[in-house]
């Protein structure tokens, strides 16, 4: 009757509003289920059975919870809140969000409506309404909690202390801190205690209240990569993975973070991959984040050096600092110095050529660089001293001030070669084959010589130990290093206004020709020392109407037309001196203000370099790249990392380690994260056409074989590990992570795929060659 009156009218609620509403739909259950005939038969089997697994293992049944629905079964037992039956299902969700605490609820209330249902209607056929749990109750993970299976939140938060680790502490090569006879784990800003069992293999996290509170599980690459068991790292962001690399990345600020990631290319799929597979990352990534945090710490002392006291600065390497200054235009040339031990042993020596007729030695290394200043004043002739200080003043703290102040401008203007001398020292290496791989490619860093041996064969690194020779096919890949390392270093020239490395000087050049809106109107040579000097590089074009030059000398760069002009100020840095060579309407065709400035011309080169990097060989005039390598976003296998799309990444992000089972697409990519989205597709399609029986079956059949593959997955690794753990101290140990690291991205399809001489995919290679392994272990895994 549409004309009822319903006499409907406002009444004041008599409790909260939540338990108003509970109160209202238990009501509704009560009288619903009496007339309610048919069962459902599109219950979602996996949340269903996973609370229900949670309840019964908290003294509950099917006919417990059907008691809170249902009125027949109400009358045996007492109904109980929903936040009671909650508390039996979840564990501490009291601390969940408003929003995390609502879908809780309704899941309980559903599953326990749901089952009532059944139970009441027994073997009727029909159907109501299937269940649909969010996507947060798919997301969480089955917890032991004092003996009692509950699900929780994939989160340890609730395992974090409040203690503070003394400033001066290091962490060792695993990314732990010891302190107070405990083991430290820092993770996402937060400070969590950890230990490991008997053998050091397994790591778990520690409640810091409750001993017997769950233990979750840790995995670690060896090189400060932390994750717990219910993380995924699929669904981590570029930041996110890389501040997970090391305690180091995790303070670095988003803006150096980002400068490591142009500087060379990396990509957050190689990230991605790192995490997934527990990896180390490359070579050149680490030497990059090395070196970002080292130009932060330079640049620290600086900052220190230019104060207008005489307090003491500290630094890691005295003998970088005292190079550059020897070198300064303010050294007195004929004067060679000493760096000596306090038992007066030579450290290092500057200077100390043929042409040295007078020298001066310093007490180190200290670190503590005011003091050997002051120590190389008093050692120095007045005049000398005043020339360096640049002060006549005989008060010496006077004349130190103006010292510390003169060498922390001379290092801001040459930041790179202070940066390559203390990287240099920070790397060096004891190991015998990082030596001769150094010898003869003397620009790679140790991290760099470490990871190249770590491609050479046994019979490889045997002969660099008795032939002190480097195997042509490794040198072929030093020298892909030098290449890649180059571009890198010229790259970071980009982010200095002011910048020695003759390589950014020519990219910044040569890139000019990619900027968008470059027409050729210009063509620029830069010359060595003099408009007489050496070609060192040029941007030739045949449309050009004009044409300038840039005579390069040690300090500055100087723009000339071709009769010789001066255009500009003689003292000034490359950038600068490179805008200035550029006419007014080339400068508004590749969309510079007039009135620009280096910065933006900087960063405007900057963007073209690492954006086209495939250009930068070409234009530093590097041997070419073989085909089919992709720098620098490779592992030293040669894949390229883990591609993503961004609605899968967000899934990932959103479910955590229950993101399989929400989408037969996420459990593909779980298993086989190198698949791109096509060949998920494809994957899941030959699943669909293995199946045989009822179309309604279908989603039910897919999902079982997922999880099969799982399941198949987990026994091939626990295998592996088993395996590999058999030779804790014999030689057969790296061979045998070597192999079971092959075995098991064959199985998960990462390996190099074979093809006939038509190009067809034949299979994925499982290379086991030259490895002393030892009887395989029984593998059940299945390979095809």
């Known amino acids: 009757n549409l004309d009822a009156d319903l006499v409907v009218q406002a009444q004041p609620f008599s409790k909260p509003p939540f338990e108003r509403l509970y109160d209202h739909l238990l009501a509704k259950t009560y009288d619903d289920s009496k007339a309610i005939a048919v069962p459902s038969a599109q219950v979602d089997r996996q949340a269903h059975d996973a609370l229900i697994e949670s309840l019964e293992n908290n003294g509950m049944n099917l006919l417990n919870v059907a008691g809170f629905f249902v009125p027949v079964l109400g009358e045996v037992m007492s109904v109980v809140a929903l936040y009671q039956l909650a508390s039996e299902a979840f564990v501490a969700y009291e601390d969940w969000k408003h929003d995390e605490v609502e879908d809780a609820m309704q899941h309980v209330y559903d599953i326990g409506e749901n089952v009532a249902q059944m139970l009441v209607v027994g073997g009727v056929v029909g159907a109501v309404s299937g269940l649909q749990p969010s996507m947060f109750i798919e997301s969480l993970v089955q917890r032991r909690v004092d003996g009692a299976v509950r699900l929780g939140k994939p989160s340890i938060d609730a395992y974090a202390h409040t203690v503070s680790l003394p400033d001066n502490l290091s962490s060792n090569a695993l990314g732990l801190y010891e302190h107070d006879g405990k083991t430290w784990l820092p993770l996402d800003g937060k400070l969590y205690r950890v230990e490991s069992d008997a053998d050091g293999t397994q790591w778990r996290v520690r409640h810091p209240v409750n001993e017997r509170s769950y233990a979750p599980r840790l995995k670690h690459n060896g090189a400060g990569a932390w994750r717990h068991e219910w993380e995924?790292?699929?669904?981590?962001?570029?930041?996110?993975?890389?501040?997970?690399?090391?305690?180091?990345?995790?303070?670095?600020?988003?803006?150096?973070?980002?400068?490591?990631?142009?500087?060379?290319?990396?990509?957050?799929?190689?990230?991605?991959?790192?995490?997934?597979?527990?990896?180390?990352?490359?070579?050149?990534?680490?030497?990059?984040?090395?070196?970002?945090?080292?130009?932060?710490?330079?640049?620290?002392?600086?900052?220190?050096?230019?104060?207008?006291?005489?307090?003491?600065?500290?630094?890691?390497?005295?003998?970088?600092?005292?190079?550059?200054?020897?070198?300064?235009?303010?050294?007195?040339?004929?004067?060679?110095?000493?760096?000596?031990?306090?038992?007066?042993?030579?450290?290092?020596?500057?200077?100390?050529?043929?042409?040295?007729?007078?020298?001066?030695?310093?007490?180190?290394?200290?670190?503590?660089?005011?003091?050997?200043?002051?120590?190389?004043?008093?050692?120095?002739?007045?005049?000398?001293?005043?020339?360096?200080?640049?002060?006549?003043?005989?008060?010496?703290?006077?004349?130190?001030?103006?010292?510390?102040?003169?060498?922390?401008?001379?290092?801001?203007?040459?930041?790179?070669?202070?940066?390559?001398?203390?990287?240099?020292?920070?790397?060096?290496?004891?190991?015998?084959?990082?030596?001769?791989?150094?010898?003869?490619?003397?620009?790679?860093?140790?991290?760099?010589?470490?990871?190249?041996?770590?491609?050479?064969?046994?019979?490889?690194?045997?002969?660099?130990?008795t032939e002190k020779r480097i195997p042509l096919g490794l040198a072929e890949h030093a020298r892909e290093y030098q290449q890649q390392l180059r571009i890198n270093r010229a790259n970071e020239g980009f982010y200095r206004a002011v910048t020695d490395n003759p390589d950014t000087r020519a990219a910044g050049l040569g890139m000019l020709q990619y900027v968008p809106g470059w027409r050729g109107d210009v063509s620029i040579d830069l010359l060595k020392d003099s408009l007489e000097g050496d070609e060192i590089a040029s941007l030739d074009s045949d449309q050009a109407s004009s044409h300038r030059l840039l005579v390069n000398t040690e300090q500055v760069v100087q723009c000339f037309e071709p009769s010789g002009?001066?255009?500009?100020?003689?003292?000034?840095?490359?950038?600068?001196?490179?805008?200035?060579?550029?006419?007014?309407?080339?400068?508004?065709?590749?969309?510079?203000?007039?009135?620009?400035?280096?910065?933006?011309?900087?960063?405007?080169?900057?963007?073209?370099?690492?954006?086209?990097?495939?250009?930068?060989?070409?234009?530093?005039?590097?041997?070419?790249?073989?085909?089919?390598?992709?720098?620098?976003?490779?592992?030293?296998?040669?894949?390229?990392?883990?591609?993503?799309?961004?609605?899968?990444?967000?899934?990932?992000?959103?479910?955590?380690?229950?993101?399989?089972?929400?989408?037969?697409?996420?459990?593909?990519?779980?298993?086989?994260?190198?698949?791109?989205?096509?060949?998920?597709?494809?994957?899941?399609?030959?699943?669909?056409?293995?199946?045989?029986?009822?179309?309604?079956?279908?989603s039910t059949f897919v999902r079982q074989r997922l999880s099969s593959l799982a399941d198949e997955l987990r026994t091939l690794q626990v295998t592996l590990d088993t395996w590999v753990a058999e030779t804790p101290f014999s030689s057969m140990?790296?061979?045998?992570?070597?192999?079971?690291?092959?075995?098991?991205?064959?199985?998960?399809?990462?390996?190099?795929?074979?093809?006939?001489?038509?190009?067809?995919?034949?299979?994925?290679?499982?290379?086991?060659?030259?490895?002393?392994?030892?009887?395989?272990?029984?593998?059940t895994a299945n390979f095809d």
Request: charged share 25%; net charge negative.
């Open 232 to 465: 995924n790292p699929m669904g981590w962001d570029e930041v996110t993975a890389f501040k997970r690399l090391n305690p180091t990345c995790h303070a670095l600020p988003e803006e150096d973070i980002q400068k490591v990631l142009r500087i060379t290319g990396t990509h957050e799929a190689l990230l991605r991959q790192v995490h997934v597979e527990n990896l180390q990352p490359p070579a050149l990534l680490k030497d990059a984040i090395q070196r970002v945090e080292t130009e932060r710490q330079l640049g620290a002392c600086i900052d220190a050096l230019q104060a207008a006291d005489v307090s003491e600065v500290h630094v890691s390497h005295l003998e970088p600092w005292l190079k550059l200054l020897v070198s300064s235009p303010r050294w007195h040339e004929p004067r060679g110095l000493l760096l000596i031990d306090a038992q007066g042993a030579l450290l290092e020596a500057w200077n100390a050529g043929s042409q040295m007729t007078l020298s001066s030695h310093v007490t180190g290394p200290t670190g503590q660089l005011t003091e050997v200043l002051g120590q190389l004043l008093e050692n120095l002739p007045a005049d000398e001293a005043a020339r360096l200080s640049g002060s006549d003043s005989a008060d010496r703290a006077v004349q130190l001030r103006g010292l510390k102040r003169y060498l922390a401008d001379y290092a801001q203007t040459h930041v790179g070669r202070l940066l390559d001398d203390v990287q240099a020292l920070k790397g060096r290496s004891d190991d015998p084959h990082v030596q001769l791989i150094q010898r003869d490619f003397e620009s790679l860093p140790s991290s760099v010589a470490l990871e190249l041996i770590g491609m050479a064969s046994d019979a490889d690194k045997a002969r660099m130990t």
């Open 565 to 698: 002009e001066s255009l500009g100020e003689v003292d000034q840095q490359f950038f600068r001196a490179l805008l200035l060579a550029l006419p007014e309407q080339v400068r508004l065709d590749i969309q510079l203000p007039a009135d620009a400035d280096e910065l933006q011309l900087r960063s405007l080169l900057r963007n073209t370099a690492v954006e086209r990097r495939e250009r930068m060989a070409a234009v530093l005039q590097l041997q070419l790249i073989k085909p089919g390598i992709k720098w620098p976003q490779r592992l030293p296998h040669g894949r390229i990392g883990y591609p993503l799309s961004g609605r899968l990444r967000r899934f990932f992000r959103r479910l955590g380690i229950g993101a399989s089972r929400y989408s037969p697409e996420l459990a593909v990519k779980s298993l086989y994260p190198d698949f791109s989205d096509a060949e998920v597709s494809g994957f899941l399609n030959a699943l669909r056409a293995e199946h045989t029986g009822l179309a309604r079956e279908l």
């Open 733 to 779: 140990r790296r061979p045998r992570e070597v192999a079971a690291t092959r075995i098991h991205d064959c199985w998960k399809r990462l390996s190099v795929q074979c093809r006939n001489f038509q190009g067809d995919f034949l299979g994925y290679a499982l290379d086991l060659d030259n490895l002393r392994i030892g009887e395989l272990p029984d593998i």
